[in-house]
């Protein structure tokens, strides 16, 4: 109800762009990718809206995008539009958390086709872990790439919608050694010849891979591990697995970790370790370069003994062959989900006077790792930034780590940042500057009967604590020297909307769908708009059909307190007038940020009950959890 109301109230605004006015851009540009390009910067180097125009930004339409059409018990509570749009020949193109894949006209929001996939027949999958979210869609020749929440990939022509192959789920999440559960979020990467995937798990005890099949007939070309195989595998810290249609490879393991004989342990309980961020693709050389989740958090941590590799890990992996080069683990044997998890990012970067190629991780746990590309190893050392750590343990502490620590040292302490706390969006990387928000959320541990893996458990429970205030804050590192160069206070979360730098502007949306644009070396506020909607996608930015400039926005699409909601995608253009002074709200923006004040405040209680898990279906107790999707 509430996006209907910001509609009406938007549709009679005076911030529609006039129909006269036509600002051309002096060159065409789009928005390929997730994260703009291959290696996730999240920068697009237009300058058409800069900081010099930003305040002249109007909306040009509004698409409302249909409430979710689906009741399925136990689902999880959607966590709104995640896909920031791809914008190509003109079209826009994103989905829904529901499963819906929808294009449209770039200068005028009209509806040129979409694709509803049918989770109805989700629940038939006894690997579903009943998840529902997209964080990203896939453009390749012609082409849209998307996994949906089954693991299916569905392949669409980019034109007209229609279906050019289905993958089926079975095929991508039937995996040896898995006694867990998955689902789907992110976007295969098609790299020559290979469509690579992989799919997410948290809580739910599924064993974290990452998989390569060929584009041509969807033949399995190599798979790699993330964790040994349920059971346990004591060998599994000396050697890395690849398993390729001809059989399993193994090699000796590289990393910053000494290996422990029998890591993990020997039981039915191990899982985690997905790869559930956009990972990073040097086309060149042939390597992706991705992060590792956390292990299952839900049963007790002593009994997997050991570093627990290769989870909490930033890790290179042969593109081709699925050959592990390196591997850096931020903690060891981890208690909680604080792993760098959202994004990575291939820069080259000038350190001490020299160029060096660098991967960039913001981690959950509130450090940013800057690591040699071609070898993993720190450039410098870890820089923090976020409030207070606490409760945290192992937290870089390399081989010095505790590696048989129970859980039971939190039971009944708050930990910061908490499961969803810290950095909760992928950052943006400009010019030798990493822009990342974190949100300063802390979580506290209780222990109970837990349901996992089809059955009850002693487990752990984490959950919000609502006595530390909830807000965030945006970063400008110097990723040369690892100075931070300024800092804005946000008073709302800030959680999987990626930061986007293009024009000299910064632009961050909070959760409460507050979009802040910011001026990119001094950090001071130019723009303030209220959107309406939960936030939970970053922007894009790109030239219509007609040639003109335009800011996109999705907001809202979520689960409100047990209510779904449809949500939004805003266009803006510039128009001749400013809208609104500098970090000043206009009229309609008051109007609009009124209207949303309740619908904000139910989106912090979705987010206190995201840890809802696999055992709704059966009625079973919370577990511990790391947020779903992350």
């Known amino acids: ?21 036509v600002a051309h851009a002096q060159e065409r540009f789009e928005w390929r990718y997730p994260a703009y390009d291959l290696r996730n910067t999240n920068f697009s180097p237009q300058t058409a809206i800069n900081k010099g125009n930003v305040e002249r ?125 998955y689902w789907g979020e992110q976007a295969p990467v098609v790299y020559r010849d290979l469509v690579i995937v992989r799919a997410s798990t948290a809580s739910f005890g599924g064993r974290g891979f990452i998989a390569a099949y060929s584009l041509d007939d969807f033949r399995l070309v190599w798979r790699w591990f993330t964790v040994p195989p349920a059971g346990g595998d004591p060998d ?55 992060s590792v989740g956390q292990p299952s958090p839900v049963y007790d941590a002593a009994k997997r003994p050991g570093p627990n590799l290769y989870t909490m890990s930033i890790v290179a992996l042969n593109a081709l062959t699925g050959e592990l080069l390196w591997y850096y683990q931020t903690i060891p044997h981890s208690l909680v989900a604080v792993e760098p998890g959202w994004s990575v990012i291939l820069a080259d970067v000038e350190v001490a006077g020299a160029v ?51 859980t039971d040292v939190l039971v ?84 999987a909307a990626s930061v986007v730098v293009s024009g000299g502007v910064v632009y961050a949306v909070d959760r409460a769908g507050i979009l802040y644009m910011l001026d990119a070396d001094s950090g001071r506020l130019l723009r303030r708009l209220s959107l309406g909607g939960l936030g939970a996608s970053g922007v894009s930015i790109a030239t219509d059909i007609q040639g003109e400039p335009i800011l996109l926005v999705p907001t809202g699409g979520g689960e409100f307190g047990g209510t779904y909601t449809p949500g939004v995608v805003a266009a803006f253009k510039l128009t001749q007038a400013p809208q609104t002074q500098a970090g000043e709200l206009s009229l309609t923006e008051l109007i609009v940020l009124v209207a949303v004040v309740a619908a904000a405040f139910l989106g912090f209680v979705l987010l206190s009950r995201r840890g809802r898990r696999h055992s709704a279906e059966k009625g079973g107790p919370k577990t511990m959890a790391g947020g779903v999707g992350d």
């Open 412 to 495: 009944g302490k708050t930990y910061c940042p908490g499961a969803q706390g810290g950095v909760e969006a992928p950052p943006a990387y400009s010019n030798g500057i990493l822009y990342v928000a974190t949100q300063r959320a802390c979580h506290r541990v209780s222990k109970g009967p837990v349901f996992y893996k089809n059955e009850i458990i002693e487990g752990y429970i984490s959950q919000v604590d609502p006595a530390i205030q909830q807000n965030s804050t945006l970063y400008a590192v110097d990723v040369r020297t690892g100075r931070v160069l300024w800092k804005f206070e946000m008073p709302n979360r800030y959680q």
């Open 57 to 181: 930004l109007a909306i040009a339409w509004l698409y409302q995008v249909p409430e979710n059409p689906y009741r399925i018990p136990a689902l999880a509570p959607l966590q709104g539009i995640e896909t920031t749009p791809l914008v190509v020949n003109g079209i826009v193109y994103f989905a829904t958390p529901y499963n819906r894949l929808v294009a449209l006209r770039s200068d005028t929001g009209h509806v040129v086709w979409s694709y509803q996939v049918n989770m109805t027949e989700f629940t038939a999958k006894p690997y579903w872990a009943y998840v529902a979210n997209q964080k990203s869609i896939w453009y390749h020749n012609g082409a849209i790439y998307m996994m949906a929440s089954d693991c299916s990939v569905h392949v669409l022509d980019a034109a007209n919608g229609r279906r050019l192959r289905l993958v089926p789920g079975e095929t991508i999440c039937n995996i040896p050694g898995n006694t867990g559960f």
């Open 236 to 290: 599994w810290d000396f050697k890395y697995v690849v398993e390729t249609a001809g059989g399993l490879r193994t090699g000796t393991a590289r990393g910053n970790i000494n290996p422990y004989r029998g890591d993990w342990g020997s039981n039915n309980l191990i899982g985690g370790g997905a790869l559930w961020g956009l990972i990073a693709l040097d086309e060149a050389e042939g390597v992706i370069y991705a």
């Open 356 to 406: 060096r190629k660098v991967v960039i991780a913001a981690a959950k746990s509130d450090y940013i790792y800057v690591l040699d590309a071609r070898t993993g190893q720190p450039v410098y050392q870890p820089v923090k930034i976020g409030g207070r750590e606490m409760n945290i343990n192992n937290v870089n502490a390399g081989n010095n780590a505790d590696l048989t620590l129970s």
């Open 1 to 21: 109800m509430f996006v209907r109301v910001m509609l009406a109230f938007l549709l009679l605004s005076s911030l529609f762009v006039p129909a006269s006015y």
